[in-house]
Each structure stands twice: as structure tokens, then as C-alpha cells.
């Protein structure tokens, strides 16, 4: 029996309609593909030069190594620098002794303080208008932000260089940190570990550095960097005065720059993801 022409009537107006479900399934399943696929952990060999670290992670701004001040690094592009410490009870935490007494009201050294007494202190900013924050575990650090930034760890001896390498190990973070010192068997264990490595004050020839298997080197700003460059180090510079100097200093050779203030040196690049 033919279809009347009513039916195919009603079969030619649905047809459109059902076309467009589709795309906007195939559509929806696209954003929850996107939304629900893992985002794979920043690592130094993604960076992009310039490259701009925050001394004790923005220490002209917050609340230094607080969890505050990482998060913020993070959030805006910046790399958090964050001095490894080690209490009286054997925890690794992002610390000095300076920062204990002027920021947190401990007299007392990191080593002779548990950590229970240092994380339930707070960290106070460098202005009267800030909020305090509170202090970081090396633990924490990773745990919380190690995908979304590349740490720079400075470390003053070899075991903290070991245990922060166990932790770093243990969160499969080896490619996302860099440990910077001036302590050679700190940059050995980096080089065993395969580890960036910075020396933050080199000391002898830009190829016995490399020799001794460093990545990259801390100057002045206004050190040749050409030296190092041409030995395979990258070289990052500390006095760096504002965005036209760094912008200046990249074309020079330099691979990056400290600050206490990013912003002063870098326009931020806010992530959102």
C-alpha cells in the first residue's frame, strides 16, 4: 500500500531533526572525551624560553615557599624555586632557617623542629596587606602541583638530594624537576638520577661543568653567557630588571631568569585548565 503524502511528510521534517541529534551527541561526546582525557605533567623540556622562576616561589609577593605562593606560580606560568629543609624528625619540607624566624616566629633552626610544629605555623607575607599561608612539605608540593608546574629544588646536601629523588620517583615526576645547587654530590645525584641540573654559583670553566654532567648554570645579567652556551649549558640570570631587559637577554643566549617578582620581569600567562 503507497505511503500517503502526509508520511513522508513527517519522514522529511524528521530527518533534519535527527541529523542534528547526532552532531550535537557526537559534539558532546568530544567535550567529554576533552574533559575526561588525563592532561599530561608540564616537564622541562617543554618549557619555552624565556623561562621565569620565582625565588622561594615569589618571595617579593607572598608568603615565601608557602602553599599559596606555589599555587599562584603555577596558575600564572611561573616556575616555584622552593629551598628543601629537613625538620628534627626527618620530614623534607620547603624551608629555611631565615624563613623560620622571619616569616613563620620560630627561633629556633629547621633541624631542631618537628613537623608538626612547623606546618601548624603560618607563613606571613612580605606587605602588610597579604594573608598568611601555610608551609609545604616537599611531599605536598608534588603531590598537589607537581603536574601542573616544573619544580626548581634547591638543595644544600646530598641526602636531602636522595630522599627528594625517592619522593620525585614516587609521583614519576623525574622529567618535571630541576635541582639546583652548588654542592657537587647534590649535582651527581641529579646526574645518576638524570635529573636536570642547575649550579646555582659555578665555579671553573663552562666544559668542566659540562663534563661533570651540569645542565644549566645561574649568572648575573650581565655575565657573557656565550661561554656556557657554547659548552651545552643553559643559562639562566639573576638581576634581571624588567621585560625589555629579559627580552634582550634571550637574545643574547639566556634561557631564563630568577626573580623574587615574575611579574616585574614577565607578563604572567594564566592557566585555566
Partial sequence: MPSSPESNSERRTLAPLIAGAIVVVAVL??????????VPPLTVDMLKTPVVAGYAAGEDLYPPTSEFAVEEMAKF??????????????????????????????EKPISEVTSEEFLNAQITPPG???????????????????????????LEAENDARDVTELVKKHSQIESVIFRSENSDVLKVAQDENIASLVSKPQGSPEELKQTG???????????????????????????????HLSELATQ?????????????????????
Avoid: C
Fill in 29 to 38: 561526546a568530544v567535550v567529554i572525551f576533552n574533559w575526561l582525557k588525563p
Fill in 77 to 106: 606560568g611561573y616556575l616555584p624555586e622552593l629551598p628543601v629543609a629537613r625538620t628534627s624528625d626527618g620530614v623534607l619540607v620547603a624551608a629555611t632557617d631565615s624563613l623560620l624566624s622571619e616569616r613563620m616566629g620560630i
Fill in 128 to 154: 602588610e596587606n597579604g594573608k598568611p599561608s601555610s608551609p609545604l612539605t616537599i611531599e605536598k608540593a608534588l603531590t598537589e602541583y607537581g603536574k601542573a608546574t616544573v619544580f626548581v629544588f634547591t
Fill in 214 to 244: 651540569a645542565d644549566m648554570v645561574e649568572i648575573d645579567a650581565d655575565t657573557d653567557p656565550q661561554p656556557y652556551v657554547e659548552a651545552g649549558l643553559k643559562v639562566w640570570a639573576h638581576g634581571v630588571n624588567d621585560p625589555n
Fill in 253 to 273: 643566549g639566556f634561557y631564563g631568569a630568577f626573580s623574587g617578582n615574575p611579574f616585574s620581569i614577565q607578563p604572567s600567562s594564566v592557566k585555566t585548565d
